[in-house]
């Protein structure tokens, strides 16, 4: 375990590039809902996929904003980050990024492979694609009720299977929402993963938004939280690509240990994206409310928006929750993660405080 005093000292030096950012955004991933159509139909969907329609931009549109977004801002430092719905549905999918890669964008997406043949896998290779994370929630039965979809674990390893074959890619990533159903399955799946030429594992919990929050027997307890943290810590210390997500801050005893950087929320310091209509917001996480909305990118400018708003992101969310605002820790856990938190009650849903330290 690395030092806690060099945890605290690192930690400090993050809070104060924090309170930078707010005064100096860098815009650094951009993400791109290409569609919220889904083959999928997940229990936890963050973003309920599915379930009503939307007005998609077109290719057109979509061409002229990155152009735009090329000529205001670069390429430079910024990565296109592609997911949906699933992004593969749409028929124009390598129209859009074609276009992309030829601007000079660095892109990656989120996927859960059941569309990826090896045909796929080689037109993803021709436009460009660096890095692709597969969702694989579970054994193939937890798998398949979970996504509530049919022959889904075999068709996702076949196309991650495609992907390793056709190769040249930065990154094939697999994706684990670990829920209180699932647990269980850590080793076997760590087993049938180590076997496979895959880049990284990651292993997140499932998160208390979207359709989650109708499912709270799927909410991991306090044990299921220890145990998770413990099993990706003990994968990392026997060298094992097995890393946590980006999301919230764990204390001394488990920052650093399970993912390679400390916790950040980047939502409007990093962090912008595009929904499938053209709104701009910052995470596509957090819940979609009308107050979060920058602007839209067929009435807006991106470039101005991203100077001029998101002032709602750059602050800390534990000055609007007195418990917060009090806490010993605040000063590394700015109130967490947006997308965890209850905007309308001003508190967060999920808090590691007398769960982890």
Request: glycine share 8%; hydrophobic share 35%; with cysteine.
């Amino acid at each position: 375990m690395l030092d806690t005093g060099i945890k605290r000292a690192d930690l400090k030096k993050m809070s104060e590039y924090r309170r930078k950012l707010m005064g100096s955004p860098e815009l650094r991933n951009l993400f791109l809902e290409l569609t919220v159509r889904c083959n999928e139909n997940c229990i936890h969907c963050g973003s309920r996929c599915g379930e009503s329609a939307v007005d998609e931009l077109t290719l057109r549109q979509y061409k002229d904003f990155l152009s735009q977004v090329r000529d205001d801002m670069g390429v430079q430092k910024k990565m296109l980050c592609i997911t949906g719905g699933e992004p593969l549905l749409r028929k124009d999918f390598f129209d859009i990024m074609g276009h992309a890669n030829e601007l000079g964008f660095r892109w990656g997406m989120t996927s859960n492979a059941t569309l990826l043949t090896k045909e796929v896998a080689r037109d993803l290779k021709r436009v460009g694609m660096g890095t692709i994370s597969v969702s694989i929630d579970g054994l193939e039965q937890t798998h398949d009720q979970f996504r509530r979809t049919p022959g889904g674990f075999s068709k996702a390893m076949q196309g991650i299977e495609n992907l390793l074959e056709v190769g040249g890619f930065r990154a094939v990533q697999v994706t684990t929402v670990v829920t209180h159903k699932n647990i269980n399955e850590l080793d076997e799946l760590f087993r049938i993963f180590s076997k496979m030429d895959i880049d990284s594992w990651r292993v997140i919990n499932i998160e208390p938004m979207g359709r989650a929050l109708d499912h709270p027997e799927l909410l991991l307890t306090d044990d299921d939280y220890r145990t998770m943290f413990e099993f990706i810590r003990n994968k990392r210390i026997a060298g094992e690509p097995v890393c946590y997500g980006c999301s919230h801050y764990l204390g001394m005893e488990y920052e650093r240990e399970v993912r390679d950087w400390y916790y950040l929320c980047t939502a409007g310091l990093y962090t912008a994206s595009i929904t499938a209509n053209g709104d701009i917001i910052a995470c596509l996480d957090i819940e979609r409310r009308p107050e979060f909305v920058q602007g839209n990118i067929l009435t807006d400018r991106f470039s101005e928006v991203w100077k001029n708003g998101f002032s709602v992101f750059r602050r800390d969310l534990s000055d609007d929750n007195p418990k917060c605002s009090d806490c010993s820790e605040k000063e590394f856990c700015h109130g967490d993660a947006y997308h965890s938190w209850d905007h309308d009650n001003n508190s967060p849903r999920l808090c590691f405080k007398d769960v982890l330290f």
